[in-house]
């Protein structure tokens, strides 16, 4: 066989295998792909157009511009009260994916299982099973506000359980934890010795609580794997620029694998997020008060045209039931894009537990989002009548 059994079974991504189908489609909604729609500030592109003119094209340290590693310190000290060792605990990857790809391969031996709550964002699985291990997934639903509980993790806790992937806000739910729940929840992780590897892209897109980083907590700074990076809060997805911050042997584990796979992450990225940290919070605050109005309007719109929408606490997506349509989600989908041209994600992308969702994004404009749901609105319709 000239193809790895693992990637032979290896599901190809349910987000881009829908979105072939919107290829060439013409007045189409697109509310389906994870971005911002909001440009990357300028004063950050101007810094690094003036690297690139200034010659800085060179390949950075393995573990990236020290002076990145040290904003970053500096961030999460002020922001966070976490203290990371720049020199030893903290590694510049390219794009949370990458240091979520290296976690995996750093900590998992053949077998180890590492839970993961459902719905869950379409690499964690694949990562798993690629490094060697066994994805266990806890399913969550609407009524839970598609949160996972202490209990549920104690119920499959056995042995050969290495570890807990959190992601928090979620893609695709957008669900979040308060101080409390996630305390609750690392009695749990101590109790049974488990790391965590914890990815918070979107912390700064919470809503209605202060975000609070697992490694913040009581006893577990030496227990996070802590990711994070800049796309998503400052609009750089096109720049590939995340960071791992954690324990400095499996940070060094990550870094072994880091260079001899990837070598560094882009230097022109890097320099660019050394300006959005150093230039605060400003942009950020601004695109976060323009997802809030619009977490708020389409939470209440597909409330009042009769799918069932639970209020997210952060990131930019809703993760509606289309139950009552007595449709799978792939179905709607289909049908939806087919016949009113708007584009979301089918919530089996995200788990089998989630045949009953579709995965909208409203990281799009407002205008957008209010056409959006007149159209969805025309298709339920529609769709009675065609029923009678």
């Not at 809030?292 to 597909?302: C, K, P, Q, S």
Request: contains cysteine; proline residues 5%.
């Amino acid at each position: 066989m000239r193809i790895s059994k693992k990637v032979e079974v290896l599901a190809p991504s349910g987000i881009r295998a829908f979105f072939d189908l919107v290829l060439g489609m013409k007045d189409v909604i697109s509310l389906g792909v994870g971005e911002p729609d909001f440009v990357t500030p300028w004063h950050v592109r101007e810094h690094a157009i003036q690297s690139l003119e200034s010659g800085f094209t060179s390949y950075t340290s393995n573990k990236g511009m020290l002076e990145l590693r040290k904003e970053i310190t500096e961030f999460l000290k002020k922001r966070h009260g976490l203290s990371y060792d720049p020199e030893e605990e903290i590694l510049i990857t390219v794009g949370v994916s990458e240091a979520l790809d290296l976690a995996m391969r750093a900590i998992i031996n053949p077998g180890d299982k590492v839970l993961i709550p459902e719905p869950s964002y379409v690499a964690y699985g694949p990562v798993v099973e690629l490094a060697g291990g066994k994805p266990v997934f806890l399913p969550t639903s609407i009524r839970n506000g598609f949160r996972i509980t202490p209990a549920q993790i104690e119920s499959v806790v056995t042995k050969g359980v290495k570890g807990l992937l959190l992601n928090y806000p979620s893609n695709p739910t957008g669900s979040s934890y308060t101080r409390k729940e996630l305390q609750l929840i690392a009695k749990v992780v101590k109790k049974h010795n488990l790391l965590v590897i914890s990815d918070e892209i979107y912390d700064e897109l919470t809503y209605d609580f202060e975000h609070t980083p697992f490694a913040a907590l009581p006893d577990m700074k030496q227990r996070v794997v802590y990711l994070n990076g800049f796309s998503k809060a400052y609009a750089m997805t096109g720049f590939r620029i995340g960071y791992v911050c954690g324990p400095r042997d499996i940070v060094g584990a990550m870094t072994k694998i880091h260079q001899y796979t990837i070598l560094c992450a882009p230097i022109t990225g890097q320099i660019a997020a050394i300006d959005a940290l150093k230039s605060g919070s400003r942009d950020t605050q601004a695109m976060k008060k323009e997802y809030h109005r619009r977490r708020d309007f389409i939470v209440d719109a597909l409330n009042k045209i009769g799918l069932e929408c639970h209020m997210p606490q952060g990131a930019f997506y809703v993760f509606p039931s289309i139950k009552s349509t007595g449709e799978s989600s792939m179905n709607f989908a289909k049908n939806l894009l087919e016949h009113q041209k708007v584009a979301l994600v089918p919530g089996v992308a995200f788990g089998r537990c989630c045949k009953d969702y579709v995965r909208i994004s409203y990281a799009s404009s407002y205008e957008n989002l209010k056409e959006a749901v007149d159209r969805i609105q025309i298709y339920l319709k529609n769709r009675k009548s065609r029923a009678r």
